[in-house]
């Protein structure tokens, strides 16, 4: 192993930022647009619908132009399945494939590569009525999807992800919108079925893209945060590591490797809710293998041995600790700080977690996310003053040079969010972009872009490398 210890980032390094389709589009039912899960669930209280957003459907040129100007080497966005697929499968909508040859096009022109989601919790309205993921009907569909994208795209994007944070739609799927499990005998094996459909589907989608797009990269793109024991009692060990393997290790082992966790499947074994498996399923894991790995991080979490009293946190969500009886039980880091929305800011576990992840699966990492919700404000003029948030890129960064002096393989990294847009569950208020959008909750205003403090500092820092980091 090479051991870059001038800490430099790769020439080619990928510095850019990244969106989703169904928080930053807006026209979420037009141009032939079919609904997708996220538009038909219920928004929680005080948030706004998602039919506007950023408007990056109508203004995406001026997007792509700001982020050309940050300097952006590629822009991480998702390709909204039915926009293309208006029922999830079947007829394709034409206005919809147009769209995204225009988006990237348009990127292209900036020399700004585009890395596509291919999947960021936007499941197809019509393929929830038939079950979602326990659907076998969806996997087939994915595939569709995923065909139609490297046919029409293939030849313009390199780099591609296959869903976006399975593992949170699995873990908190109710609360961020994504959870199509009805009333069932035994949720925990439902939820574990689907989960395993969707790992097939995303193997046989990796597969793909090495057969139809040659040249191409294909990682998943989970959220992966390291999980500490709260002290050195044993017991707290075994409850991280069933944290570890529960929260992360699932996921990149089986995209990696292609196997069950064995600390997972034994755990669903007691729960009498492991998925079934066809004949032929572990052959397509295993065949499938990923180029690099994409994940989003936001901080580490911490947990303590559980004696299976505690009653599950339905509030967790993507960084909220949750509590699993008898697995383990969250708890706050005394070391870490935390934003004005709750979730812990932990740099340094960020070079852990970097550290982890390759030693475990020695494959290139590009960051899909990683940033700060705050409640920017307007001002001076048009002005939006985030220093708070250049302090928690700029201490993330520094320890992603760390990381790299380590002998981990970094190839990019993509902050959330390039713009402002609609969060998952917290409203628009709760902004994450370089770029600002002058709207409110519910008064749409003029969606004016104004660049922040945080655009002019990105912008050094990617002309210097990641060298200069200063204010
Ligand atoms: C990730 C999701 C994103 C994004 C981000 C911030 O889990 O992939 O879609 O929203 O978290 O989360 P939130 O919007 O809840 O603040």
């Not at 591609?160 to 035994?186: C, Y």
């Not at 990381?403 to 393989?409: H, L, P, Q, R, S």
């Amino acid at each position: 192993m090479i051991h870059n210890k001038e800490r430099r980032f790769p020439n080619n390094f990928l510095w850019g930022a990244s969106t989703s389709a169904y928080q930053v589009e807006g026209a979420n039912l037009i141009d032939g647009k079919g609904p997708s899960v996220q538009d038909i669930k219920k928004v929680p209280e005080g948030t706004s619908e998602l039919d506007v957003c950023a408007d990056q459907y109508h203004k995406y040129a001026e997007d792509i132009a700001l982020m050309a100007e940050m300097g952006f080497k590629t822009y991480r966005f998702s390709i909204s399945w039915s926009r293309i697929l208006p029922k999830g499968t079947g007829e394709i909508n034409e206005k919809g494939v147009q769209y995204y040859h225009n988006l990237i096009d348009e990127c292209l022109k900036y020399g700004i590569e585009p890395l596509v989601t291919m999947y960021h919790f936007d499941l197809p309205a019509a393929l929830a009525e038939i079950g979602g993921w326990s659907n076998k009907k969806t996997i087939d569909a994915f595939v569709e999807f995923a065909s139609i994208l490297f046919y029409e795209y293939g030849s313009k994007v390199k780099y591609w992800l296959t869903i976006n944070e399975q593992n949170m739609m699995t873990l908190v799927g109710s609360l961020i919108g994504t959870s199509t499990i009805g009333d069932v005998e035994n949720p925990l094996k439902a939820l574990y079925q689907e989960n395993h459909h969707m790992l097939l589907a995303q193997a046989k989608v990796m597969k793909l893209c090495h057969e139809k797009v040659p040249g191409a990269k294909i990682g998943p793109a989970p959220n992966i945060s390291l999980v500490y024991p709260a002290t050195c009692k044993p017991e707290d060990m075994i409850a991280a590591q069933n944290f570890n393997a529960i929260r992360n290790w699932l996921y990149l082992d089986m995209a990696v490797y292609g196997y069950y966790n064995p600390i997972v499947w034994s755990w669903l074994e007691d729960n009498d809710a492991t998925p079934d498996i066809e004949p032929g399923d572990m052959d397509i894991m295993k065949a499938a293998k990923p180029d690099f790995i994409g994940f989003n991080y936001y901080s580490t979490a911490t947990v303590e041995y559980s004696d299976g009293t505690e009653t599950s946190d339905t509030k967790a969500d993507q960084q909220k600790g949750m509590a699993m009886p008898g697995i383990c039980k969250s708890v706050s880091n005394p070391y870490a700080k935390k934003t004005e929305f709750g979730w812990e800011i932990d740099p340094i576990g960020f070079r852990a977690t970097l550290r982890e992840v390759y030693s475990r699966y020695h494959l290139p990492i590009i960051i899909t996310e990683n940033g700060l919700g705050a409640y920017d404000k307007l001002e001076d003029g048009d002005k939006v003053h985030d220093p708070y948030r250049i302090f928690y890129l700029r201490n993330h960064i520094e320890q992603m040079k760390l990381a790299i002096e380590d002998g981990v393989d970094m190839m990019g990294y993509c902050p959330w969010s390039a713009i402002d847009l609609v969060s998952t569950h917290e409203g628009v208020v709760k902004r994450y972009g370089f770029i600002y959008v002058n709207r409110d909750e519910f008064d749409l205003k003029d969606l004016r872009r104004v660049r922040k403090d945080s655009f002019y500092w990105y912008k050094k820092v990617i002309a210097s490398n990641g060298e200069d980091l200063a204010d």
